[in-house]
């Protein structure tokens, strides 16, 4: 447990109606206590209850502001020492001239991620679940912050922990064996070795496999919009950022260079590229944006192609139809308040139903198609139940594709006929990389980087 105790504002900064200074430590209650004045001595009241006063400079005699005062004894609390957090009214002064004096009367500043690290050490949660309450500060959409809510109640340790204990008996199983051999012991153990190995192997490659889905979740779906010029292209974005960012003009090709939107889409979050109209020109500044959009194409992980239904398909369309039929592309049939004139059989041939969006830009109506085919392409069923785990988490992900790679050696030496003894080195090398993604054999200074990626008061 750590000596002193430490404070910080855990609130955002900024104009809010209430701001917390969290203390926490051995003396959290008596330092507060020396500043908060009302009927009741804080040092008496039950754990777990909220106070009503003033916090005042007992030298001064001044008081400061009205406040609100919970007091969580540990280990019942975030870090499982003593925490108390005073309510304040918002506004940068109030909130830090409370969190001054409580400097003053014992505290010191916390370090970024402290109360964290804290939580960390004491035992209240693991070294995964500390990541995730990163994860929660950070995700931009309902969905990643639902998948870093379930990983910060330690969804992933819930899977990690079993095969730890897989491995550790397999890693007991051949000590033993190696201690106490009998004639054939060396192809019995190989045998199990494999067996065992393969089983979490395969639970670990799932993990990875979903691995690749966090990533999109916390970073957004990499979307590119192409198509010709005027088709709609900045249009659609800006009615899917609901603002207007890009600037929409009738002159075709003014979209010379990329512009970025991050949306989010029933909760799922894109990271939308507008790019200049795709088609051979000669104009110089529009041939650079034409260029970067051909790079944005290779990059996406979703293309939107933008087809104007108010005009015959055009040689230019044609060409992107077939570069994009075999990625995951939806056809954005726009400009459908216009009567039409758009060849849908052409289109029909090569995609699917599903994979075809009929709306106007202009007027709003069919994005919630748009929606629904995106959430469709990327998260069918499995995602909506919820409950996967997903490793969002880029050490997270080191640590599985180390693990992978030491069982993928132990499989592979047993093949070999490579004395078990040293089969025990790759076992042991799997064991530990798991281990690391708990915080288990983690040293000082990988724990000093994970939690100094905190903000102040976390
Ligand atoms: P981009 O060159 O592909 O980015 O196309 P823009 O978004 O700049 O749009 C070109 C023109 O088409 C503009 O005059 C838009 O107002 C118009 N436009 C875009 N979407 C629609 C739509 O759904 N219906 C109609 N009637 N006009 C649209
Ligand atoms: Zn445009």
């Not at 003009?249 to 010379?256: A, F, L, M, S, V």
């Not at 075809?356 to 202009?362: D, N, T, Y």
């Amino acid at each position: 447990m750590n000596e002193d105790t430490i404070a910080a504002i855990a609130t955002a900064l900024g104009e809010g109606s209430i701001a917390v200074v969290r203390v926490s430590g051995q003396d959290a209650v008596g330092t507060v206590a020396k500043i908060f004045k009302s009927k009741l001595d804080l040092r008496e009241v039950p754990s777990h209850t909220v106070q009503y006063g003033w916090i005042a400079d007992p030298q001064e005699d001044l008081i400061l502001d009205e406040v609100l005062v919970t007091v969580m004894k540990g280990p019942r609390s975030f870090t499982a020492e003593d925490v108390v957090e005073i309510s304040t009214h918002g506004g940068i002064v109030a909130v830090k001239s409370v969190l001054e004096l409580v400097l003053r009367h014992g505290a010191r500043m916390a370090e970024p991620g402290e109360f964290t690290k804290r939580a960390f050490l004491n035992g209240r949660i693991d070294l995964a679940q500390a990541e995730a309450v990163i994860d929660l500060i950070r995700s931009k959409s309902d969905r990643a912050f639902q998948v870093a809510r379930k990983q910060a109640d330690g969804a992933l340790s819930k899977q990690i922990i079993p095969l730890r204990q897989q491995l550790i008996e397999l890693v007991a199983h051949v000590e033993v064996n190696i201690d106490y051999p009998e004639h054939d012991v060396d192809e019995v153990t190989a045998d199990l070795i494999r067996d065992n190995c393969s089983s979490v192997l395969a639970q670990v490659n799932d993990l990875l496999i979903k691995s690749n889905e966090g990533k999109i979740l916390r970073e957004g779906i990499v979307t590119v919009i192409v198509g010709r010029p005027n088709a709609g292209k900045s249009s659609l974005l800006n009615a899917l950022a609901r603002d207007n960012k890009a600037i929409v003009t009738d002159i075709p090709g003014t979209t010379r260079d990329i512009v970025e939107e991050s949306v989010s889409l029933s909760g799922i979050p894109l990271r939308l590229l507008d790019t200049a109209g795709i088609r051979e020109t000669n104009d110089k500044v529009e041939q650079i944006g034409v260029e970067r959009s051909h790079g944005a194409l290779n990059d996406a992980d979703l293309v939107l192609l933008v087809l104007n239904h108010h005009e015959r398909l055009h040689e230019d369309d044609k060409k992107l139809l077939q570069q994009l039929k075999d990625r995951s592309t939806i056809i954005v049939v726009n400009k459908i308040d216009l009567p039409g004139q758009l060849e849908l059989a052409e289109i029909e041939r090569d995609y699917a139903k599903d994979r075809i969006v009929f709306l106007s830009a202009k007027d709003g109506s069919g994005i919630e198609d748009l929606e629904k085919a995106v959430s469709g392409l990327f998260f069918s069923g499995a995602v909506e139940s919820g409950d996967i785990t997903y490793v969002s988490n880029v050490r997270h992900i080191a640590l599985l594709h180390q693990t992978k790679r030491s069982l993928e050696d132990a499989i592979q030496a047993t093949y070999e006929g490579i004395p078990i003894d040293l089969i025990q080195i790759d076992l042991a090398a799997s064991w530990e990389s798991l281990g690391q993604i708990l915080g288990d054999a983690a040293g000082d200074s990988l724990l000093n980087q994970i939690f100094s990626q905190f903000c102040l008061g976390k």
